[in-house]
């Protein structure tokens, strides 16, 4: 039996989530990048529905009506979304934590 196998066997006979618990503090303690990595994996957005829209705006150059439609569909203030427009339009990044 390899590692890979070793492990999953391990996690799966965790018997308590308080048992799970401590797998995991001590994985942290051994190898803290490794927790960090699996909790970035883990966090899979799902892209809201106005996105598609918001983008139309972009690729048309429209960047204030974008603006404007962020605001509209996410509340944020006019320095959040023309911040989060011009990193769309610059980086093609969509930082949903920034707004």
């Known amino acids: 039996m390899n590692y890979y196998q ?7 006979d965790a018997r308590t989530n308080q048992e799970a618990y401590d797998l995991l503090v001590e994985i942290a303690i051994m190898q803290p990048s490794l927790i960090i990595k699996a909790d970035e994996k883990r966090k899979v957005r799902t892209v809201p529905e106005w996105v598609a829209e918001y983008s139309d705006f972009i690729k048309r150059e429209q960047y204030i009506g974008a603006i404007k439609f962020l605001r509209t569909q996410t ?3 006019l320095k959040n979304a023309k911040e ?3 990193n769309y339009r610059i980086n093609g990044e969509l930082d949903f934590d920034k707004l």
Do not use: E, P, Q
């Open 6 to 12: 070793r492990a999953i066997r391990v996690i799966s």
């Open 75 to 77: 509340g944020t203030g």
């Open 84 to 86: 989060f427009t011009d």
